[in-house]
């Protein structure tokens, strides 16, 4: 592990090994394409698999925490009439609540129009077989588009739910027609993403992988975006940013115990900076979460604004963003740096 202390030496002294942004291109935009409920925001193909996403999805987690039930069915209304067709969540957000109100405000009038996934957590294989059971009821479907096994922790958690069976539960749900497409999530360290991917090789199943995408991550230590996405674009997998905002981090505060009075946002960067690095990475979707009708509007304006920024560009944007660095709670999903 990089030590913290000799990583800030080397970006404070322009080492751009430590500070470049992965020098693959970004999949072309396809714009343009509309189906009978409207224009489309632009597409990008989801790796290898041949299907078209959004590349802006929203998040379910902050559709669920919206202050009450209306905000979030307007909250998916809005996503729909401003031409997102892609939604994910996970049962775990809220106990299901996200969950049931995809199944009750989504795929009843959408389901045809849209590209749905959602999340495993379990640890066993018949806790695997019950969340997948309970989430195509609560989100009122035959089947799910994309299934990820979620927030894969490490190289021994990755080891623990494979033998515990909960890989060979999500092939079955596959193989029944419960879910079209495998995936995996993690947002603590790209050893996870590794070891699962090689504990799959020869015979691997997956093809979309979410992980934080944003400039801070650009700015630390073992950076999925750095450092893992090369290695998942030659295995031709979608790459989905989740944390584009640091779990909204970015801003005066999040619900993880970060506050402060000099947010990134506004004080050293616009929103539309951050939207425009992220989309400029090679991801398929940006993964955000909006908790007001606002929020969504204000981002997806930033979206259809978009172009794609210079490698210049982009490492101007992480520069500023390295006093933060060691702000463990900025970023409460990542473990503490190494002293």
């Known amino acids: 592990m990089v030590k913290r202390r000799n990583f800030i030496k080397q970006i404070a002294a322009g080492s751009l090994a430590a500070l470049s942004v992965p020098r693959l291109l970004a999949a072309p935009l396809t714009t343009g394409k509309s189906d009978k409920l409207g224009d489309l925001l632009p597409t990008r193909p989801m790796g290898k698999t041949g299907v078209e996403l959004s590349i802006y999805c929203l998040g379910g987690y902050h559709v669920g925490r919206a202050k009450n039930e209306k905000v979030s069915q307007a909250m998916i209304e809005r ?20 969950e049931e109100l995809f199944g009750k405000y989504l795929t009843p009038k959408y389901r045809d129009q849209i590209f749905l996934a959602t999340k495993t957590n379990a640890k066993t294989a018949a806790g695997s077989k019950k969340q997948i059971e309970d989430s195509l009821r609560r989100m009122n479907c035959d089947q799910i588009d994309l299934l990820y096994m979620h927030a894969v922790r490490d190289p021994s958690d990755v080891d ?20 079209k497409y495998l995936g995996f999530t993690g947002h603590r360290m790209t050893s996870a993403q590794r070891r699962l991917m090689e504990r799959v090789a020869g015979k691997d199943p997956f093809v979309a992988v979410q992980i934080p995408v944003n400039p801070l991550d650009v700015a630390k230590p073992d950076s999925f975006t750095t450092a893992l996405i090369p290695e998942l674009h030659q295995r031709a997998y979608g790459v989905m940013g989740m ?4 779990g909204g981090g970015f801003f005066t505060g999040n619900e993880y115990g970060w506050e402060t009075d000099d947010p990134i946002i506004p004080n050293y ?3 539309e900076d951050v939207i425009w690095f992220n989309l400029s990475q090679p991801i398929t979707s940006m993964v955000c979460g909006t908790e007001s009708v606002e929020h969504l509007d204000r981002n997806i304006e930033a979206v259809n604004r978009f172009a794609k920024l210079s490698m210049d560009d982009q490492e101007k944007i992480v520069k500023k963003l390295l006093k933060f660095v060691k702000t463990e709670r900025l970023e409460y999903y990542r473990p503490k740096l190494a002293p």
């Open 79 to 98: 996503g729909m009439e401003l031409g997102c067709r892609y939604y994910e969540t996970a049962w775990i957000y809220h106990d299901g609540y996200s």
């Open 160 to 179: 623990g739910r494979i033998a515990a069976g909960v890989l060979e539960v999500m092939l079955e749900a596959q193989q029944k027609g419960q879910v």
């Open 243 to 246: 944390k584009p905002l640091a």
């Open 269 to 271: 960067l616009t929103l």
